[in-house]
């Protein structure tokens, strides 16, 4: 067996390279996104409205990886939340974990959601679980 094949692969994707990187401020919060997807980096600034560094009251930290093993179809949306953590699911193959108290956001996304599509459903889900007043409208 070669290395490639003996070594324990990495499901959870834990340790893929992100090297496109931004700061940018939506509201109140300055955001740092990590991802792997330049496209998906373009279309979430794209559709802030502000992209400054500084000024913020709050840091969101956000890690987006493009999965492209992960399965695609479905139009399903689901939404779950408890306590301070909050869940997106989109699809089959689309999960979005995040954490408010730590105002954290790391996400799986399926190949076949588009930068728009993220952009018109998973970022305002996303930014109203980040809203602590919207800790329990979800459930």
Do not use: H
């Not at 692969?9 to 931004?22: E, I, K, N, Q, W």
């Not at 939340?81 to 699911?89: A, D, E, F, K």
């Amino acid at each position: 067996m070669s290395p490639e094949t003996s070594r324990v692969p990495d499901l959870l994707r834990r340790f893929v390279a992100t090297p496109y990187s931004s700061v940018f401020r939506m509201g109140s919060t300055n955001v740092r996104l990590e991802t792997n997807d330049p496209t998906l980096a373009n279309t979430i600034q794209k559709a802030t409205v502000c992209r400054v560094k500084s000024g913020a009251q709050e840091d969101s930290d956000w890690k987006l990886i493009r999965d492209k093993q992960a399965p695609c179809g479905g139009k399903e949306i689901s939404v779950l939340s408890t306590g301070p953590i909050g869940t997106v699911l989109l699809g089959s193959g689309t999960f979005i974990a995040v954490d408010r108290e730590r105002r954290e956001v790391l996400g799986f996304i399926a190949p076949d959601i588009s930068g728009e599509q993220f952009a018109a459903v998973a970022l305002p889900l996303i930014l109203n679980l980040l809203d602590s007043r919207a800790s329990t409208q979800f459930t």
